[in-house]
């Protein structure tokens, strides 16, 4: 449905985006992931029309973003990162003109209000100043104001920026919700939230894409598959990882002992024994351990998250 083609962006001397190309299929949730100064924000803007591309182009459904503008625009509802509300209004009364603005009157401004109401959870503030509204709230009444025209594709810029936590997972529920019907575009900083929201991932680093596919997908290609974390009560570092490192399955282990905690003595060693084989490796790890008649104080598995690889594919950035 959305296809970006080599897509660059100058400020001056300065490239934000440095040849983007990726493509967004229709009813997709889409998460675009980077540091700040990534170029996601001006990604978005191109899009939705603020901006206009350097080089290369943004085709909505065959339609040119530079020739085609207007139409576009029309496509699509944008919610920027500070949501430009006018607080002296009541709710109500924003979002009627706002549908004013989308050109509803009458009862089709009616019925369209009282489904935004419904879908955006705005019962019990529709009669308040927009100024007296938590943050949570106005993020659902800038969702209300971006989903009024009923939209084809909605493009979020950091939904979720400055929400606590319980205010952080309404909105997503919100989003998967909403993407259930629509094509949904939003960036973040919160990892967590791509993996529990998007279908699939787009990570930016200064200016250019450096991973593209669903989280699942992401882990497989740059993690390490799983990592047993181990906390064994033996002073010899070396002695330690030089036995577990002969384990068939082990790709790496790291040495996380954090000293300065407290946590641990001085005699024990914690450590991260990578593995990118879909055999469990547990059992030769303990049976080494057991061999060595070493004693054991922890030993669990985790998988890679998708924090670690952003970290590691923004590492510059960090």
Partial sequence: ??????LQKFYGNFQALKGLDFTINKGEILGLLGPNGAGKTTTMRILTGFLKPSRGNI???DLNVIEHSLKIKEMIGYLPEAAPLYGEMLVYDYLAYVAEMRGLRGSDKARRIAEMVVLCGLKEVIYRAVHELSKGYKQRVGLA?????DPE??????PTSGLDPN???EIRELIKE???KKTVIFSTHILSEAEATCDRVVIINQGTIVADGPTDS???EFGAGVVVDIVLQHPDVALVIAKLSIVAGVEKIENTTDTESGLLSGASVQLAVFSSTDEDIRPALYRVIREQGWDLIDFHLRSESLENIFA???QEEC
């Fill in 1 to 6: 449905m959305i296809e970006v083609q080599g």
């Fill in 59 to 61: 085709k909505v459904a």
């Fill in 145 to 149: 104001h971006a989903m009024m025209g």
């Fill in 153 to 158: 594709i909605l493009v979020l810029d950091e």
């Fill in 167 to 169: 205010q952080i997972v």
């Fill in 178 to 180: 909403i993407g259930r």
């Fill in 218 to 220: 992401l882990l497989h």
């Fill in 312 to 314: 590691q594919l923004t």
